[in-house]
């Protein structure tokens, strides 16, 4: 018998969820929802789970990320129901679920505990600074160091528990049976969407969205994969110089555009913004434009008398890695994935 939580809906609401229970079950949303198929109904069945608190039949369904939130089902819902940023905190919901340090449902539940928690990582920097005395290379050498270690700890300490956590919460128990060689043929799947978000094409909305998203990807991973690997800020390579430019100034340019969105609220999915939607956007813009910063004083060879920029850079960079990766938004990118990926395999 299923376990219902008639407190559901108060708990949802700190995760931006509206008046959901406004609905009244007239399937419009379903109706003009592009992913909706006569197997998978969206967002109708979401609805009506958050509403009775039917909290083990949402944690084990993919639907709330199968979503990519073009906003159709909010803009005709008849009743103002927002049944788009019900999915949207439903994600935020289940992330709070996935993690077993249970830190990302404080940080979207508060936002005095997200500026401490960002207040804090700030004071590290600047106190190992100051341990340093101002020293640029050692500073800069320990900002090196810190990219590799953190981006290792991160997925081994927090995030690979916690997509176990939501391969036990869908997967093992529902009790679905799903054969080995079906785990293997679908990696193919979380390549795909990993990589492409590739499941944003099925919405009816502007397809430049899937293009915006498509070029951010490339251009985060590009720059991670330029400073950490490829030591951008250290290279005397003119290969390694100019892709770290290119690849940080794609990011500014992407980001200005996001969040332009968000200012203007032009698009649906944009109408509406929690705190961890302008930090998501917003620390990649200033990630984008300080490590562009830091590159450029190098080349100019005045960097040594403003360490201020390089300090500024870091405090970001560990906001980023500590606070943002782990526990914030960003974690949408690869529960998304792993969401078709189990969905693939279910099904082959």
């Not at 006569?38 to 039949?57: A, Q, T």
């Not at 490590?291 to 500024?312: E, G």
Request: with cysteine; hydrophobic share 50%; proline share 3%.
């Amino acid at each position: 018998m299923a376990s219902i939580n008639t407190g559901f809906s108060k708990e949802l609401s700190k995760f931006g969820a509206f008046d959901f229970n406004a609905c009244y079950n007239c399937g419009t949303c379903t109706a003009v929802c592009s992913l909706s198929t006569g197997e998978d109904s969206f967002p109708r069945e979401m609805i009506r789970y958050s509403v009775l608190g039917l909290e083990d039949d949402i944690k084990s369904s993919l639907k709330p990320w199968l979503c990519y939130y073009c906003g159709e089902c909010t803009t005709h819902c008849p009743q103002e129901a927002e049944p788009g940023e019900l999915m949207m905190s439903l994600r935020r919901w289940l992330i709070s679920v996935y993690d077993w340090t249970g830190l990302s449902g404080l940080l979207y539940r508060s936002l005095p505990a997200s500026i401490t928690a960002m207040t804090l990582t700030a004071l590290a920097v600047i106190a190992y600074a100051l341990y340093e005395h101002f020293d640029l290379e050692k500073i800069m050498h320990t900002g090196h160091i810190f990219e590799m270690v953190a981006i290792a700890t991160v997925f081994a300490v927090i995030l690979l528990p916690n997509l176990i956590r939501m391969w036990n919460f869908i997967i093992l128990k529902p009790g679905i049976k799903v054969p080995f060689k079906n785990y293997v043929t679908g990696l193919r799947d979380l390549l795909v969407h990993m990589f492409t978000q590739k499941r944003t094409l099925g919405c009816d909305d502007s397809q430049v969205r899937w293009f915006e998203h498509l070029i951010l990807v490339f251009g985060y991973l590009g720059l991670l994969f330029t400073t950490v690997f490829l030591d951008w800020f250290l290279s005397e390579s003119t290969f390694v110089t100019v892709l770290g430019y290119v690849v940080s100034i794609i990011i500014f340019t992407v980001t200005v555009i996001f969040v332009s969105e968000r200012i203007s609220k032009k698009r649906e999915m944009s109408r509406k913004s929690q705190p961890s939607d302008w930090m998501f956007v917003a620390w990649l813009f200033m990630m984008g434009l300080s490590a562009f910063a830091v590159r450029l004083f190098i080349d100019l060879d005045i960097l040594q008398n403003n360490i201020w920029l390089y300090l500024a850079h870091m405090i970001i960079l560990v906001q980023w890695a500590l606070v943002i990766v782990p526990f914030g938004k960003w974690t949408h990118f690869l529960y998304r994935s792993f969401a078709m990926y189990f969905d693939a395999i279910k099904k082959n």
